[in-house]
């Protein structure tokens, strides 16, 4: 494919073409300008017939991620080794992105940085995508002319909290999806299964038993209110999330039950410790000073006890405390974790022992989520069993009652 150069403004837009050389032979290419005319004008002393020109659209697409910029940080980290400038590096990752708002965001970036505006003052303009841990990083990357390294270490950070996430969310998702889609057998059975054999029943003239009873007397309510039933639950699960994103107390309420939730509580508590030890970890080795990198730390943990623990310690260290006994007085880090950091800033290197214990973390979270999709399957097997088979056999008591009198 071939791309033609112009003198770029910050707002232009970029155009695809096509056309004929001068040869006859049909040539591609993409192009940024400030309008078709500028594009055909700029092709045609290059000796290219145009045929066709059309700007390229922005809209639409999906929502950008965290793994959109995480790939992005990754991409453009290994373009700058190679020594790939930056602003031809943006376009590349641009062009090869999928996502119609990732290169609109991208784009944006370059016209800024076009412009003179430094990489990571661009990036403070996009607090959605880029927050105040990623553009610290970059900042003292190009403070200190290392801004290839930071980007590497930017996005092996990334990545691994990436995985623990995706570790935690894999754990948690397949309970949840079992429990959801036995509530709609349980509902289907009560509204339209139950019902039936009511009728038979009926006919019958006896006494049913006891669990027959109650079964039928829970479809009757399902059948009655299956409307309150689903507004009530829906509605409910709706504004206990929405209550939990907007109000701070309810954040920290929960944050603190999840971590004293069995078996999973640990597994969170380990995954956020992994998360606070290597954010900690990446800004302490960019050379962003203690009391700077704690504020982003709190926030990457994904975790208001954690949070609120941070802005703790980052007191105590702003008037002189070592960072050991400040972690030491909030009282939610393991032993290890303490030891760790204790031995690096005797010896000096608390990034180092702070990654090591990220790693610690990171391959505990890594077996508690092997271990626990091995222990989940059966343990629903068994609920599953116990909630249906309960059912079906409260059905066919009264069978079993009636063959035992003929």
Same mark, same amino acid.
């Given at each position: 494919?071939?791309?033609?150069?112009?003198?770029?403004?910050?707002?232009?837009?970029?155009?695809?073409?096509?056309?004929?050389?001068?040869?006859?032979?049909?040539?591609?290419?993409?192009?940024?300008?400030?309008?078709?005319?500028?594009?055909?004008?700029?092709?045609?002393?290059?000796?290219?017939?145009?045929?066709?020109?059309?700007?390229?659209?922005?809209?639409?697409?999906?929502?950008?991620?965290?793994?959109?910029?995480?790939?992005?940080?990754?991409?453009?980290?290994?373009?700058?080794?190679?020594?790939?400038?930056?602003?031809?590096?943006?376009?590349?990752?641009?062009?090869?992105?999928?996502?119609?708002?990732?290169?609109?965001?991208?784009?944006?970036?370059?016209?800024?940085?076009?412009?003179?505006?430094?990489?990571?003052?661009?990036?403070?303009?996009?607090?959605?995508?880029?927050?105040?841990?990623?553009?610290?990083?970059?900042?003292?990357?190009?403070?200190?002319?290392?801004?290839?390294?930071?980007?590497?270490?930017?996005?092996?950070?990334?990545?691994?909290?990436?995985?623990?996430?995706?570790?935690?969310?894999?754990?948690?998702?397949?309970?949840?999806?079992?429990?959801?889609?036995?509530?709609? +057998?349980?509902?289907?059975?009560?509204?339209?299964?139950?019902?039936?054999?009511?009728?038979?029943?009926?006919?019958?003239?006896?006494?049913?038993?006891?669990?027959?009873?109650?079964?039928?007397?829970?479809?009757?309510?399902?059948?009655?209110?299956?409307?309150?039933?689903?507004?009530?639950?829906?509605?409910?699960?709706?504004?206990?999330?929405?209550?939990?994103?907007?109000?701070?107390?309810?954040?920290?309420?929960?944050?603190?039950?999840?971590?004293?939730?069995?078996?999973?509580?640990?597994?969170?508590?380990?995954?956020?410790?992994?998360?606070?030890?290597?954010?900690?970890?990446?800004?302490?080795?960019?050379?962003?000073?203690?009391?700077?990198?704690?504020?982003?730390?709190?926030?990457?943990?994904?975790?208001?006890?954690?949070?609120?623990?941070?802005?703790?310690?980052?007191?105590?260290?702003?008037?002189?405390?070592?960072?050991?006994?400040?972690?030491?007085?909030?009282?939610?880090?393991?032993?290890?974790?303490?030891?760790?950091?204790?031995?690096?800033?005797?010896?000096?290197?608390?990034?180092?022992?702070?990654?090591?214990?990220?790693?610690?973390?990171?391959?505990? +979270?890594?077996?508690?989520?092997?271990?626990?999709?091995?222990?989940?399957?059966?343990?629903?097997?068994?609920?599953?069993?116990?909630?249906?088979?309960?059912?079906?056999?409260?059905?066919?008591?009264?069978?079993?009652?009636?063959?035992?009198? +003929?």
């Amino acid at each position: 494919m071939a791309t033609a150069a112009l003198t770029k403004n910050p707002k232009d837009a970029i155009f695809e073409w096509e056309g004929k050389d001068r040869n006859g032979k049909i040539v591609r290419g993409e192009i940024r300008a400030g309008g078709e005319a500028v594009v055909s004008a700029s092709l045609r002393r290059q000796g290219i017939l145009v045929n066709k020109v059309r700007k390229r659209r922005m809209a639409g697409g999906r929502s950008i991620k965290q793994r959109d910029i995480a790939i992005f940080t990754r991409q453009l980290s290994t373009m700058m080794k190679a020594g790939v400038p930056l602003l031809q590096s943006f376009d590349i990752v641009g062009r090869g992105s999928t996502n119609p708002r990732m290169t609109k965001l991208l784009n944006d970036i370059r016209s800024d940085v076009e412009t003179g505006t430094s990489l990571s003052a661009s990036f403070r303009k996009h607090p959605l995508h880029f927050d105040s841990l990623y553009c610290n990083l970059v900042e003292a990357g190009e403070a200190g002319g290392i801004l290839e390294a930071l980007l590497d270490r930017l996005a092996i950070y990334q990545e691994k909290t990436l995985a623990i996430k995706q570790k935690i969310k894999g754990a948690l998702m397949y309970p949840i999806a079992v429990l959801v889609v036995a509530f709609v +057998v349980v509902t289907v059975i009560m509204i339209f299964v139950i019902p039936a054999f009511k009728e038979v029943f009926t006919s019958f003239g006896g006494e049913l038993p006891a669990p027959t009873l109650f079964v039928i007397a829970l479809s009757e309510f399902f059948v009655s209110y299956w409307w309150a039933i689903f507004g009530l639950l829906f509605g409910g699960i709706y504004f206990f999330f929405e209550s939990w994103k907007r109000s701070e107390k309810m954040q920290v309420a929960m944050d603190r039950l999840l971590l004293k939730v069995p078996v999973f509580g640990e597994l969170i508590n380990k995954s956020v410790i992994a998360r606070w030890t290597r954010t900690l970890s990446t800004m302490f080795a960019a050379g962003v000073p203690l009391v700077e990198a704690l504020d982003s730390v709190g926030g990457a943990s994904g975790n208001a006890v954690y949070q609120i623990a941070t802005e703790q310690i980052q007191k105590d260290v702003s008037t002189g405390s070592a960072l050991t006994t400040s972690m030491t007085s909030t009282g939610v880090f393991p032993t290890m974790v303490l030891q760790m950091a204790a031995i690096g800033e005797e010896s000096g290197s608390l990034d180092h022992m702070l990654a090591k214990a990220a790693e610690f973390y990171e391959e505990e +979270v890594d077996e508690m989520v092997k271990g626990l999709s091995s222990l989940m399957e059966p343990f629903i097997i068994v609920i599953l069993g116990v909630i249906i088979g309960g059912i079906v056999v409260s059905m066919y008591l009264p069978i079993f009652k009636l063959g035992a009198v +003929v």
